[in-house]
């Protein structure tokens, strides 16, 4: 087939680029860098040392044989997504390319507002584009569980029947989103919904839940095609960050209580479950909604376990709970389905003490490079709450 990624150069884009490049797809990729632009701009890095996506591009060529075209632009320029579409005539594309921090979407006016613009217009203009050149084309979106926020009953993948006032129907799932960030995703997912209802379109948004791990069976062939790995308080997820803290002897920073419960899945996951939307599209008109995670765990047991595994390799691991700087809900219920992905055939990788250990084992490899001013939050949601408690950190 031929495969457009776009975001093709971030953590998950480009193993996925190599993945099906393995798998003897045509692919392209699509970025405009912006995730190593908002590191530059924060004195921060990716824990590894990630080559730039055309030496990535050559090494992957002289490893596995396979080429990988590679188009630098960005998505909310219309003219150029347009050209692009035209020019590949994907028959699937893979939509990575978005900011994807909800803290650095809640820093400031001007990151919400790029936020809300880069995630909203890009999707728009990708489907304008697909509608105009490749109306058959599959559209497989990466959205997040966070568009459902954390409701007092089950979730649902992204409908529910309801009943009301004696009448029937199956609608979309509520969304009561926890930022600006997750907000963008939810505004997504009604434009594609609409492209679907009104111009037959098709489309799987993946509603994924947070992602770990540093490696993929690709990205493990040669140093030169690692992937990003982030660890700061704006890049970071919070298992990645946790895994990073215990190996340079940092306190895990357990915002609030701890009770705050997602769903998770490892990277190697991530390229399952996408491979298999992939293979397995939607109808010409279909708008499908899969959660995309293999398990739900609160961040305090997050905690616990990264601890055990790093008690167990000799780091001496401390749980520290800081003032929450986020608004949400600290303890809650939560269950959501994820029977979707699986019912195709995904075989998840479950988080245990030897996949812990093994992540630690791989960071360990790069601790020195970390930049340990960048992790302790300084984003606030509500900015006039908290100054006051908040533990001393530099802004990065
Ligand atoms: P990432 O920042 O590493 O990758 C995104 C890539 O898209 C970056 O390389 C960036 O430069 C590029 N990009 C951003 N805006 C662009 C634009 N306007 N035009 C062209 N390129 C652009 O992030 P990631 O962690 O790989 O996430 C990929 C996608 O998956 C995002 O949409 C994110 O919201 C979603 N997601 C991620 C996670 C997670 O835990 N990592 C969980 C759920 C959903
Ligand atoms: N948290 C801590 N300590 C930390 C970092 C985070 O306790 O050091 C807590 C947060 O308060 C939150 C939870 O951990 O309750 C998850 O935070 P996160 O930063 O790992 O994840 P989130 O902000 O939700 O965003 C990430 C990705 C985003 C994706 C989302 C999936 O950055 O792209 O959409 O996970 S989901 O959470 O399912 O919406």
């Known amino acids: ?6 975001g093709g150069d971030g953590y ?92 650095y979407s809640m820093k400031s006016r001007k990151t919400a507002v790029e936020t809300q613009y880069t995630n909203v217009i890009g999707t728009l203009n990708l489907l304008f584009a697909m509608r105009d050149h490749v109306p058959d084309c599959h559209l497989v979106k990466l959205g997040t569980m966070g568009e459902y926020g954390t409701p007092n009953i089950d979730i649902e993948e992204g409908f529910i029947e309801i009943e009301h006032k004696g009448r029937k129907d199956t609608l979309p799932f509520p969304k009561v989103p926890g930022s600006l960030y997750h907000l963008s995703k939810v505004h997504d997912s009604h434009n594609i919904h609409f492209a679907c209802r009104t111009w037959g379109l098709r489309a799987t948004d993946l509603n994924q839940g947070v992602v770990y791990g540093i490696e993929t069976e690709e990205t493990a062939q040669d140093e030169r095609l690692v992937t990003r790995f982030d660890y700061d308080q704006y890049f970071g997820t919070v298992l ?97 389905a994820n029977t979707k992905l699986r019912d195709l055939g995904l075989k998840p990788h479950y988080l245990g003490d030897e996949l812990l250990r093994s992540i630690l084992k791989t960071i360990e490899r790069y601790k020195d490079r970390v930049i340990e001013r960048a992790i302790l939050p300084t984003t606030k949601w509500n900015p006039g709450e908290l100054v006051a408690e908040m533990p001393a950190a530099s802004e990065g």
């Open 240 to 336: 990645n960050r946790f895994c990073v803290q215990a190996v340079i002897g940092h306190p895990l920073t357990v915002y609030g209580e701890g009770g705050q419960t997602r769903g998770f899945l490892n990277i190697r996951d991530t390229l399952q479950c996408v491979e298999l939307a992939v293979n397995n599209p939607a109808d010409l008109g279909e708008f499908r909604v899969f959660n995309q995670f293999t398990e739900q765990f609160s961040v305090r047991e997050l905690a616990e376990l990264v601890q055990r595994a790093g008690t167990e390799l000799g780091y001496d691991v401390e749980v520290r709970h800081f003032p929450n700087p986020r608004v949400e809900a600290e303890s809650h219920y939560y269950n959501a």
């Open 1 to 6: 087939m031929r495969i457009l990624i776009l």
């Open 12 to 103: 998950l884009g480009w193993p996925t680029a190599m993945r099906f490049s393995a798998r003897g797809h045509e692919v392209s990729i699509v970025d405009n860098f912006s995730r190593r632009r908002w590191h530059l701009e924060h004195s921060t890095d990716s824990l590894t040392p990630i080559r730039s996506l055309q030496e990535r591009v050559d090494a992957w060529r002289e490893v596995s044989g396979h080429e990988i075209k590679t188009y630098v632009g960005s998505i909310e320029d219309g003219e150029f997504l347009d050209s692009v579409i035209a020019e590949v005539l994907p028959e699937a594309v893979v939509h990575y390319g978005e900011q994807p921090s909800a803290p």
